[in-house]
């Protein structure tokens, strides 16, 4: 236990580094990682049950957030598996011809072996592509739910191929999971039941592990049963509440997959060349995701985007490579070589996404040269029509705010959410909301608030750096309206007014003094007259 507890720390201290320099604590982790295993360290017990919980709980928040009918899209379904093929058709001859020409631990391989290393390759890693996701807050945006829906079609490709290689067949008794179809009921009403506190945590933590090991139990892989679990309740209203209950449990957990992860690569020095290769495939692999999603009509920052989000390598290689290892088609080398690549390929995703945004504006003239004339619907121009107000971000806050705009005889508010079902839900409550990113540089540009209709805009993100990205832009594309903006923190507010807010609503600030004026009026009416009796 100690043992372990000084891991944490070192990981900990790691990623403070890492965060410091401006990337991604996991980034810290790896390093983390690797200096253990260079001492010789090895995973413990305890690492590797915190990696697997850590894995589990993320497929089952995947699940929760998780639409079905975006797999079905063309520009999901079709990229995912157009990707994978191409990707295999190029990787595998370079392998095949490192071999002929004598690179160490290719030049003995198999065509099997080598199709398998590609096949391998082909999948990007789940874990870190969602957690960049969330760190960045764009989980909701198009290009996230697009990666997620890629990442899914991938991970029942990866089912699939276990499935055959380790000859773990589902068993007759996977025939009774079909009793979780009448069984949801049951679930969704125990939800509603667990409240707001530790029930509905431990309500989380019981269905994601728990169904796992029922899957396991019937030869079904336990995490695909979490994510589909985490699908089963995602249309429930707490299911976003209950995502956001399981997060730093999640993240905490996490920790021990990406320590695992360092610590499992033995690296030599006559792997170096062939790892190099390997990563410079990987600039290779995300280059496609984005050329694919340019053919399938999506726009140069939606594709740029996601196949940034997308370009690492999985740890799905790892266990491709043990079973290979341990079948006799691969040697046990490979097993550290797609380690060392996967942690390195980690750690350059991390520094490309942590600057994701600049690297779009830095190349948005060439890329938007790429694009596709006609566009998918939700790539399409946004018309706010008649609206001269708008409201970004429709949460409570925003939907607050519209309702309150409604009732003045002069303001004709449109709101602005990123999220589809958020959208939905608005549209069908009679509310005018149209969908959108104010993340999406692009997305200030589509809708020409140059022209004046416009003359408030209330920024209602519940990240400040969101505000802060959109009021930037407001004031680039020429707009000269009024904005106002909440914020958490008052440390917030100046970084707010410096991007061209005018208007601060410091949430708690507001909400202490909103209570007390309703209390005092409410105190007001209720006193009686003077003189009475």
């Known amino acids: 236990m100690a043992e372990t507890i000084a891991w944490l720390a070192s990981a900990f201290v790691c990623g403070l580094i890492a965060r410091q320099l401006g990337l991604p604590p996991l980034v810290g982790y790896l390093v983390a990682g690797f200096g253990l295993q260079a001492t010789g360290a090895e995973a413990t017990e305890l690492i590797d049950v915190l990696s697997a919980l850590g894995v589990t709980l993320l497929l089952f928040s995947i699940g929760l957030k998780l639409r079905l009918s975006s797999l079905v899209a063309p520009h999901v379904w079709g990229v995912a598996s157009a990707h994978m093929l191409v990707f295999i058709a190029v990787t595998l001859p370079i392998l095949l011809g490192l071999g002929a020409l004598g690179l160490p631990y290719v030049s003995e391989i ?248 600049d690297l779009y504006e830095l190349f948005s003239a060439r890329l938007r040269r790429q694009e596709r004339q006609q566009r998918i619907p939700v790539e399409r121009e946004i018309d706010p029509g008649r609206a001269n107000a708008m409201i970004i971000g429709m949460g409570q806050v925003g939907a607050g705010a519209y309702d309150r705009l409604v009732q003045t005889a002069d303001m004709r508010p449109v709101g602005i959410d990123a999220d589809p079902d958020t959208v939905a839900r608005h549209a069908a409550g009679g509310r005018h909301v149209v969908q959108g990113s104010a993340t999406d540089a692009d997305f200030w540009q589509r809708l020409h608030l140059d022209d004046g209709h416009v003359k408030l805009v209330l920024l209602a993100m519940p990240r400040v750096s969101e505000n802060q990205f959109a009021a930037e832009h407001l004031r680039q594309v020429g707009y000269t309206g009024v904005i106002g903006a909440i914020a958490k923190f008052r440390d917030d507010e100046p970084a707010l007014r410096a991007a061209g807010v005018e208007q601060v609503f410091n949430l708690y600030a507001e909400a202490g003094a909103g209570l007390a004026q309703h209390v005092c009026a409410t105190r007001t009416a209720v006193r009686p007259a003077s003189g009475a009796t």
Not at 291 to 318: D, H, K, M, N, V
């Open 110 to 357: 198999t065509p099997a072996g080598a199709l398998l290393v590609a096949f391998a390759l082909s999948f990007s890693s789940t874990v870190f592509a969602v957690k960049v996701l969330e760190d960045k807050g764009e989980m909701g945006a198009l290009y996230g739910t697009i990666a997620i829906g890629i990442l899914v079609i991938q991970d029942l490709a990866a089912v699939l191929f276990l499935a055959a290689s380790l000859g773990k067949t589902p068993s007759l008794w996977a025939l009774a999971l079909l009793a979780l179809l009448p069984l949801r009921r049951v679930m969704l009403w125990l939800l509603e039941g667990a409240g707001h506190g530790e029930l509905l945590l431990l309500f989380g933590v019981t269905v994601a592990l728990g169904g796992a090991q029922v899957f396991e139990l019937v030869h079904v892989k336990g995490d695909l049963g979490a994510l589909l679990l985490g699908v089963l309740i995602a249309s429930h209203p707490k299911a976003a509440e209950l995502s956001k209950t399981l997060l730093g449990l999640k993240d905490l957990f996490l920790v021990g997959f990406f320590l695992s992860i360092g610590l499992s690569a033995t690296p030599s020095a006559d792997m170096l060349p062939l790892v190099l290769v390997l990563i410079a495939l990987l600039l290779a692999k995300g280059f496609l995701f984005e050329q694919w999603l340019l053919a399938f009509r999506l726009r140069a920052r939606t594709a740029l985007l996601c196949g940034l989000s997308l370009a690492s390598y999985s740890e799905f290689g790892l266990i491709v490579a043990a079973v290979a290892a341990k079948s006799g088609w691969l040697s046990a080398d490979w097993l550290a070589i797609i380690a060392i690549t996967l942690s390195l390929s980690l750690i350059l995703a991390s520094t490309l996404n942590a600057r994701s945004h």
